[in-house]
């Protein structure tokens, strides 16, 4: 199943921030490809606002822009045009969002529910040797200063 990222919402950043600092942006994404590279599917990330210079490029890992539109109006009008948004699990901490999914047919997970999932798929193909390599997301993110991982009221 494709997963749909709420960009800025889960990174706890707004589009102005973004362009004054990438980091979190760029942390993000990095932690993305880590689960991707693990089997975690296809990934498509919707950001807030526009990228000038479309300098990213990650595999297994598709990029869009949502100027001049919204990311959660973007995600919405994107899940009307499709034949099947019941194949799409959207990720975002936005209460909002998810409900406006739900009701489009798409599944929906947090960023915590999320992680879990893509942390347990890695489980059974662990083996003891392997644990130190484990790659502990939550902890990395910090390590970049995203504390907020975009968590909404």
Avoid at 11 to 22: C, H, L, P, W, Y
Avoid at 34 to 53: C, E, I, M, T
Avoid at 128 to 150: A, K
């Amino acid at each position: 199943m494709p997963y749909w990222f709420d960009g800025n919402n889960l990174i706890g950043q707004s589009a102005a921030a973004a362009r004054a600092d990438s980091s979190p942006r760029q942390a993000f994404l990095a932690a993305l490809l880590a689960y991707h590279r693990s089997g975690g599917g296809k990934f498509l990330v919707y950001f807030d606002g526009d990228d000038p210079n479309r300098s990213i490029s990650l595999p297994g890992i598709a990029i869009r822009y949502s100027a001049p539109f919204s990311t959660d109006q973007t995600i919405v009008q994107r899940l009307r045009e499709i034949r099947n948004p019941s194949e799409v699990i959207v990720v975002t901490n936005d209460r909002d969002l998810m409900a406006r999914c739900r009701a489009e047919g798409a599944a929906v997970l947090t960023w915590r529910d999320f992680t879990s999932k893509m942390q347990s798929r890695r489980a059974p193909h662990t083996q003891r040797n392997d644990l130190q390599d484990t790659v502990d997301i939550d902890n990395w993110m910090r390590y970049f200063g995203i504390t907020n991982f975009g968590d909404k009221p």
